[in-house]
């Protein structure tokens, strides 16, 4: 049976956070084509693209550091997020319309929508808190910023949690709650800009559940 990593080695993997990106990108192509007037290859098209160098400069694990790469990341999570709005703004141009007679279009959408605010956000959250994954590396040159999220391991004193950084499955979990919970859970926002993100991240989860997807439910 093999060991878990170190809490170091885990914090330097990259392949969970590109694999999550990549599973989104391929959900994009099962869109409904009722909620957008987009061509459903257009957003994995430009996201491979976008993604294509971040693999490529660090496939499995953060290595090499150059600063387009988190300009690029950045501009990539922007897509995401940007491409993710025009559908939820679809889905409720569809309900408006008076056609939304297919509960399964909308639940589908819905689910979409859904995975990719998870996902999307988790990605920003590990791109950001202390600077970045980079900046959160011990034997890495970059200066360590104030944390953007209080994790309940580092208010601890157990043995085995000395010196533990979270991993992008951390992250995944901070925006999974917050896409459920539409609130903090474990892992409290610390700095204005993460309150900022979680708050537009709970907004999305809670008007696709809340209204479209109750919607949804109702017309089945």
């Known amino acids: ?93 569809f309900l408006d319309s008076g056609h939304s007679t297919g509960g399964m279009v909308l639940v589908k959408a819905a689910l979409l929508i859904w995975v990719t605010n998870v996902v999307a956000f988790a990605v920003w959250y590990w791109e950001i808190d202390r600077g970045g994954p980079f900046a959160r590396m011990p034997e890495h040159e970059h200066e360590e910023e104030r944390a953007d999220l209080l994790f309940p391991q580092m208010t601890v004193d157990l043995p085995g949690w000395q010196g533990w950084l979270p991993g992008f499955t951390d992250y995944l979990f901070v925006a999974f709650t917050a896409a459920t919970a539409f609130s903090p859970t474990d892992t409290m926002p610390l700095t204005a800009r993460t309150k900022a993100l979680m708050s537009v991240q709970s907004g999305i989860s809670l008007l696709t559940i809340a209204i479209i997807a109750a919607r949804a439910v109702n017309v089945l």
Do not use: C
Request: proline share 10%.
């Open 1 to 93: 049976m093999s060991k878990e990593p170190a809490p170091s080695m885990r914090h330097t993997r990259r392949w969970p956070a590109s694999l999550a990106v990549i599973v989104v990108l391929a959900l994009q192509l099962a869109v409904p084509a009722q909620i957008t007037q987009l061509p459903r290859w257009l957003l994995p098209a430009i996201g491979v693209a976008l993604l294509i160098p971040l693999v490529w400069m660090n496939p499995f694990r953060l290595r090499m550091d150059e600063p387009w790469l988190r300009y690029i990341e950045l501009v990539l999570l922007a897509v995401l997020v940007l491409i993710n709005a025009i559908y939820l703004i679809g889905m409720i141009a």
